[in-house]
C-alpha cells in the first residue's frame, strides 16, 4: 500500500519504525491537528506608518464576557509579540527565552516569515523541510547557524499555511506556518546572528503570568488596546482565530513638539502626519499668535470661503 509522507509521520518513525497504514495515519495527523488546536495563539504587532514598534502593556478585553488581562513588562527590543489567548499570556514575547536550553524555540510567526531561535553549542546545519497542512512536501531548505543565539528567518514563499520541521544538531522542533504567497514563489532562509538590540538571553526574565480571569474561546471578541510611551494609546477589535498575525495602526505626537499652546493658553496634543505635523484637535482660540482678536462669526451669516475677514466660531 502506497503511503504519502507527512511530518507527522516522520516524527512516529523517529521513535521507532514501524508500518502505519493509511488509517492510522489520518487518525494521527487529525488528533495531532486536534491537541495543536486546543490553545489560539496568534502574533501581534504595533505599526507606526508601517514600522513596527515596541511596547510597554499590551491590555485584552473579551468584549463577549468582559474578562481581561493587562500583559506587562514585555521585553526591550521585540515588536512582534505571540500572545496565547486560551492562556491569556505572552508566549515567547520574548522575555521567556531566558529560560530556554538549547535546540530551536519559536519567536515570531509573520505571513510569508516564521521565524525560531536556533540556540545551539557549536556550529550546526540546520535542514528546513515544509509541509502543507494534507502532508505534502513543499520544500527542503539548509541554512548554517554558528555557536550561540541566532534568529532563522523562513520565508514561506507562496503556501498559504503549512508545518515547518526544524533538525540538526541532534535537535528536533515542529512550527505551524502562516504563508505570505509571495509572486516570487521562493523559499529560502536568512539567519541573524545577533537578536534584536536591546536583548539578551541572559536579561531578567519579567514574562507576564498567565491570566485565570481572563477567558476566550474561539469565536469570541477580543478588543486589544496597547500602550507606550511614545505613542498615543490605540485599540484593534476583532475575532482572532488561530495563526492570525495582527497588525494595530498607531499615532505618535510629534518628535520634541508633542503639545504646543495658543494665545489663550489652550493646550493641544500633536500628531505625526508622514513628514508633517498637526494638531489632534481642532483649535479654540479667538485670538492670533500676536494677540489680534479674531472675529465672532457667531449670526454671520452666509460668508464666502474666501473672504478677507477670518472668523472663529
Not at 119 to 145: A, E, H, N
Not at 272 to 283: A, D, F, P, S
Request: glycine letters at 8%.
Amino acid at each position: 500500500m502506497a503511503l504519502f509522507k507527512s511530518p507527522w509521520m516522520k516524527i512516529a518513525q523517529k521513535q521507532s519504525p514501524v508500518c502505519i497504514s493509511i488509517g492510522s495515519l489520518i487518525l494521527l495527523i487529525t488528533l495531532t491537528m486536534h491537541a495543536m488546536a486546543q490553545d489560539v495563539t496568534i502574533t501581534f504587532t504595533a505599526k507606526f506608518q508601517g514600522t513596527p514598534v515596541p511596547l510597554d502593556s499590551i491590555l485584552l478585553e473579551n468584549l463577549n464576557n468582559h474578562s481581561t488581562v493587562v500583559m506587562h513588562d514585555l521585553p526591550a527590543g521585540v515588536t512582534t509579540y505571540e500572545i496565547n489567548l486560551s492562556q491569556g499570556k505572552i508566549v515567547y514575547g520574548m522575555a521567556e527565552l531566558s529560560r530556554l536550553g538549547r535546540g530551536f524555540f519559536p519567536y515570531s510567526n509573520l505571513p510569508g516569515v516564521m521565524r525560531f531561535i536556533a540556540k545551539v553549542p557549536s556550529p550546526t546545519c540546520v535542514t528546513m523541510i515544509m509541509y502543507d497542512l494534507p502532508g505534502r512536501l513543499i520544500s527542503t531548505v539548509k541554512q548554517d547557524c554558528p555557536t550561540g543565539v541566532s534568529v532563522v528567518n523562513f520565508h514561506s514563499g507562496q503556501v498559504s499555511s503549512g508545518i515547518l520541521v526544524a533538525e540538526g544538531g541532534g535537535f528536533h522542533a515542529v512550527f505551524k506556518i502562516i504563508g505570505g504567497k509571495d509572486n516570487s514563489g521562493a523559499t529560502f532562509c536568512t539567519v541573524e546572528n545577533t537578536l534584536p538590540k536591546g536583548f539578551s538571553m541572559s536579561m531578567p526574565v519579567k514574562a507576564s503570568p498567565s491570566s485565570a480571569s481572563f477567558v476566550f474561546n474561539p469565536g469570541d471578541t477580543v478588543q486589544f488596546s496597547v500602550y507606550h510611551q511614545a505613542i498615543y494609546p490605540a485599540t484593534l477589535t476583532h475575532a482572532p482565530l488561530q495563526g492570525d498575525s495582527l497588525i494595530v495602526k498607531v499615532t505618535r505626537p510629534c518628535p520634541g513638539v508633542p503639545v504646543v499652546t495658543d494665545y489663550d493658553s489652550n493646550t493641544y496634543t500633536t500628531v505625526q502626519i508622514g513628514n508633517q505635523c498637526w494638531l489632534r484637535e481642532n483649535m479654540n482660540a479667538t485670538h492670533y499668535s500676536d494677540g489680534k482678536a479674531l472675529v465672532d462669526g457667531t449670526g454671520v451669516g452666509q460668508i464666502s470661503a474666501y473672504s478677507e475677514v477670518k472668523y472663529w466660531f
